[in-house]
Nanobody
């Protein structure tokens, strides 16, 4: 069993930055891929970024490439999502999710076994 807790959301002006954190608890953090997804009002939940246990070759959605950076600190059981140059269309509830027992990253929600409760990010124009 894995519990995930997101934090760091808030209200920011367009062009600003936020850093989201996802803290995992309940089992060893090793061999766990963490993904970030988001759901905007009236839209389906979509993939944002993912990082494997080793941290190499992170995966990003085209809409956030060059603006968002995903990283992890395995000693702290924490994954971060640094979001720069935020746009109003980035407004959404952001969720982190864990896929256990894998070295790879996935953009498919079906791959993930556990989900956090989400944190709201609002970008004003």
């Amino acid at each position: 069993q894995v519990q995930l807790a997101e934090s760091g959301g808030g209200l920011v002006q367009a062009g600003g930055s936020l850093r989201l954190s996802c803290v995992a608890s309940g089992r060893a953090f090793g061999l766990t891929t963490i993904g970030w997804f988001r759901k905007a009002p009236g839209k389906e939940r979509e993939f944002v970024a993912a990082i494997s246990w080793g941290g190499s070759s992170p995966l990003y959605a085209d809409s956030v490439k060059g603006r968002f950076t995903i990283s992890r600190d395995n000693a702290k059981n924490t994954v971060y999502l640094q979001m720069n140059s935020l746009k109003p269309e980035d407004t959404a509830v952001y969720y982190c999710a864990a896929e256990l027992g894998t070295y790879t990253t996935s953009s498919s929600q079906l791959s993930y076994d556990y989900w956090g409760q989400g944190t709201q990010v609002t970008v004003s124009s």
